[in-house]
């Protein structure tokens, strides 16, 4: 007994924690990288446009707070969906879910490495540096600060946060009171098909919201505290995201933000703020990136340790340090994904849409398994502390499937589209991700295979909740 209370994670995570990790995870590098790539395809509606991006998020708020109030432990995304839709699906999801790691955190690095050169270059013109070793070096770090616990990385994110909040609020609102009426229209003037496919881009920059189930075997009270959290961290991205994107606008032209690129947000604050604007939005800049990257190998190695718990993956990817807690093999091997993906140097836009498509992949099989949890799992659904009514539960899950279809759609369509709009290109980026997918499926076949030839039935193990799993859950029932 003892040996197995050793290997599930500590809960040392309070609510003010929980929400500064999932507006970390959510806000990143995009809001800062990505807002002028996406300002420059649709104009000065891009603060509408991330605003309409939200509302997919709504319904993934409202199944994970289903969700995080059955089953609030590692991995919790993962470990539904295998129960309830099915082992293979599982593993398909599991790999889209490596997707979205190495796509997110490769963003997120990417970046970094972007903003320190050009905060640099502003006062050194002829500073040079490889953005790849800037990128890797800022992906060591934060492995390392995972590899020493819980308490330093929760502690560590909170810093970056109040960091990010404070300076977005503050170049939101010196752009809002130095708007030019002039900058704001026309509001549409790449036209509405150019808005939606902006908004399908900015469903990238809502992702992380549905990384918060995969702590939940950290969380302090988490039936309590991981739905709250979800709420209030929802409603703080919204505002912070309209805020920043309308301050851009408003207070320069969007056809100069799309010239400026990556560090419009940067510049635009040296230019209507003090001296001292640039580093109020560097410092912005660097706590929603690092946040980002912070969170995200928290939350992803979390999910590796709930596969290997099943088998899906060998054990030893479970293992936790011995004196830290940490899941220190499946911090290396986000680590080794990450630096990989910042090697293949795909765009930025590119990452953006990969995780755009694995997410709303995720979300449709995720969506259907929290609608049968209480058919499929109706001992854990009756600890719930928040119970949807039929009604409530088929309106986030038709909701959920509907904006999650749309999304996928015009994100293959997008795919195919040039620099004009027109549908003219090869969808790699939809080719690599059916490719994953694949790769999933192969994966769970052969490794079906071998642990039957060790005669370890593995739909066996993922038709159950593993041991350590309930365990998280039943330390929570017991609190």
Same mark, same amino acid.
């Given at each position: 007994m003892s040996e197995q209370k050793t290997e599930i994670m500590q809960r040392k995570i309070g609510l003010f924690e929980a929400v500064s990790m999932i507006v970390g995870l959510t806000i990143g590098a995009g809001i800062f990288?990505?807002?002028?790539? +996406?300002?420059? +395809?649709?104009?000065?509606?891009?603060? !509408? *446009?991330v605003a309409v991006a939200g509302i997919p998020s709504i319904f993934i708020v409202l199944f994970e707070i289903q969700?995080?109030?059955?089953?609030?432990?590692?991995?919790?995304?993962?470990?539904?969906?295998t129960r309830v839709a099915g082992a293979a699906w599982g593993s398909i999801v599991a790999f889209a879910a490596v997707l979205a790691l190495m796509a997110g955190n490769v963003l997120m690095a990417v970046g970094f490495a972007? /903003?320190?050169?050009? %905060?640099?270059?502003? %006062?050194?013109?002829?500073f040079s540096f490889s953005p790849e070793i800037l990128a890797i070096g800022i992906v060591l770090f934060f492995a390392m600060v995972n590899f020493f616990g819980v308490s330093v990385t929760s502690w560590m994110q909170v810093i970056l946060f109040l960091f990010m909040v404070i300076g977005m609020v503050i170049f939101g609102i010196v752009g809002a009171v130095n708007v030019n009426p002039v900058n704001l229209s026309p509001l549409f003037p790449k036209g509405a098909i150019m808005f939606v496919v902006v908004m399908v881009l900015g469903c990238m920059l809502w992702s992380g919201l549905i990384a918060l189930a995969d702590i939940g075997g950290d969380v302090k009270k988490p039936r309590r505290n991981l739905p709250l959290a979800l709420i209030i961290a929802f409603t *703080?991205?919204?505002?912070? /995201?309209? #805020?920043?994107? /309308?301050? &851009?606008?408003? =207070?320069?032209?969007?056809?100069?933000?799309?010239?400026?690129?990556?560090? $419009?947000? +940067?510049?635009?604050?040296?230019?209507? +703020?003090?001296s001292i604007g640039i580093y109020i939005v560097f410092i912005a800049c660097m706590g929603a990136i690092l946040t980002s990257i912070n969170g995200t190998m928290w939350a992803c190695a979390r999910d590796l340790v709930a596969?290997?718990?099943?088998? &899906?993956?060998?054990?030893?990817? $479970?293992?936790?340090?011995?004196? @830290?807690?940490?899941?220190? #093999?499946?911090?290396?091997?986000?680590?080794?994904?990450?630096? &990989?993906?910042? #090697?293949? *140097?795909?765009?930025?836009d590119k990452y953006a849409l990969a995780a755009v498509l694995a997410v709303v992949t995720i979300t449709i099989v995720l969506a259907w398994s929290v609608y049968k949890i209480p058919q499929k799992l109706p001992e !854990?659904?009756?600890?719930?502390?928040?119970? @949807?009514n039929p009604f409530w539960r088929l309106f986030t899950f038709l909701g959920a499937v509907i904006t999650s279809v749309f999304l996928l759609l015009m994100g293959i369509l997008l795919d195919t589209m040039d620099a004009q709009g027109n549908p003219t290109?090869?969808?790699?980026?939809? @080719?690599? @991700? !059916?490719?994953?997918?694949?790769?999933?499926?192969?994966? /769970?076949?052969?490794?079906? =295979?071998?642990?039957?030839?060790?005669?370890?039935?593995?739909?066996?193990?993922?038709?159950?909740?593993?041991?350590?799993?309930?365990?998280? $859950?039943?330390?929570?029932?017991?609190?």
């Open positions: 990288v990505l807002l002028p790539i +996406m300002t420059g +395809m649709t104009g000065p509606s891009i603060y !509408l *446009a969700l995080t109030g059955t089953l609030p432990v590692t991995g919790a995304n993962y470990v539904t969906i972007q /903003y320190v050169t050009a %905060f640099i270059q502003s %006062f050194n013109p002829i *703080a991205i919204l505002l912070l /995201y309209v #805020l920043q994107a /309308y301050g &851009l606008v408003a =207070s320069m032209n969007w056809q100069d933000v799309a010239k400026i690129g990556n560090t $419009a947000v +940067m510049v635009d604050a040296g230019r209507i +703020m003090p596969w290997a718990r099943d088998g &899906l993956l060998p054990k030893s990817v $479970a293992h936790l340090n011995p004196r @830290f807690k940490s899941a220190d #093999l499946a911090i290396l091997i986000i680590t080794i994904i990450s630096i &990989l993906g910042i #090697l293949l *140097a795909a765009t930025i !854990l659904y009756s600890k719930s502390l928040i119970k @949807f290109k090869v969808p790699w980026v939809v @080719f690599v @991700f !059916l490719g994953v997918l694949a790769l999933g499926a192969i994966w /769970y076949i052969s490794r079906k =295979s071998y642990l039957r030839g060790k005669g370890i039935d593995l739909d066996a193990n993922l038709k159950k909740v593993a041991d350590a799993t309930l365990a998280e $859950a039943e330390e929570k029932l017991t609190a």
